[in-house]
């Protein structure tokens, strides 16, 4: 593999096609690519019973264990594999289970606020930010909470109007401004087309990469190179 890995940052609104985006551009280098959704990093809430955890605020940035995430990626990028959590959206809380990842050629973090933490945008090559309208947004909410998550439509909305459209506009839209690209309405072909060549190069070995000696360090410690 190429070391060290090219990292990948997908951040956006809820149901803004964050997921899709993620999957369609590594679809042809599947084998050499480590997905991380940000959802896996939502804190344990283990002590809370479920009618507590289903207050929560999961669109506020306190929300996630940026430590944690910080340390797996720290660790895949100095090529050492991590226990990374999964998360179980039907019961708000961390699955017991965890799934080993391994270092690859291409890591790809994908969340709400995949822009939002400083020492994590120092560690990622390439930033996207996709972009959908709003209305287009919470109308795949709710349908995928309803079939998916295990929600009714009076929460999904009740939800949508307490933490999720005003933590949007409070810390994930001004994220955008860390994105190298920002991708308008999700799977768009030609963004999506151009991003999978990029990540094909990379896993071919045949990207230009401005890394210089000793950059590893400066990526793990979080001081990045001047025009990256
Ligand atoms: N460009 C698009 N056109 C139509 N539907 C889309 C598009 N991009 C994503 N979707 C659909 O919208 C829903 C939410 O997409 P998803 O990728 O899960 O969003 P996110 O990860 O940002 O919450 C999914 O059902 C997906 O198939
Ligand atoms: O227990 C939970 C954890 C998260 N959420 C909501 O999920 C979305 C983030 O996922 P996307 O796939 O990007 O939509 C976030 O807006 C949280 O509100 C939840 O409902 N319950």
């Given amino acids: 593999m190429t070391y060290p890995s090219f990292v990948v940052g997908i951040a956006g609104g809820t149901g803004a096609g964050k997921t899709t985006v993620a999957r369609l551009i590594t679809e042809n280098v599947e084998d050499s690519v480590t997905r991380i959704p940000l959802d896996n990093y939502y804190r344990d809430l283990s002590h809370l019973d479920l009618e507590e955890r289903e207050e929560v605020n999961y669109d506020h940035p306190d929300a996630f264990e940026w430590g944690l995430l910080r340390e797996h990626l720290e660790l895949l990028l100095s090529g050492q594999p991590v226990e990374m959590p999964q998360y179980d959206f039907e019961i708000h809380n961390r699955a017991d289970e965890t799934v080993t990842v391994e ?21 990622l090559d390439l930033r996207l930010y996709v972009e959908t309208d709003a209305d287009v947004r919470i109308l795949r909410r709710i349908e995928r909470d309803v079939v998916q998550r295990g929600r009714d439509l009076e929460g999904v909305i009740g939800q949508y109007l307490s933490t999720v459209k005003p933590m949007h506009e409070q810390f994930i839209e001004p994220t955008k401004k860390h994105a190298d690209l920002i991708i308008p309405e999700g799977a768009n072909s030609m963004a999506v087309n151009l991003l999978q060549e990029r990540l094909q190069n990379e896993v071919d070995g045949d990207a230009t990469r401005t890394w210089e000696r000793g950059a590893l360090e400066k990526h793990v410690t979080g001081s990045r190179i001047d025009g990256e």
Avoid: H, Q, R
């Fill in 103 to 123: 270092p690859t050629d291409v890591i790809v973090v994908e969340g709400i606020l995949g822009l939002y933490d400083d020492a994590i945008n120092d560690m």
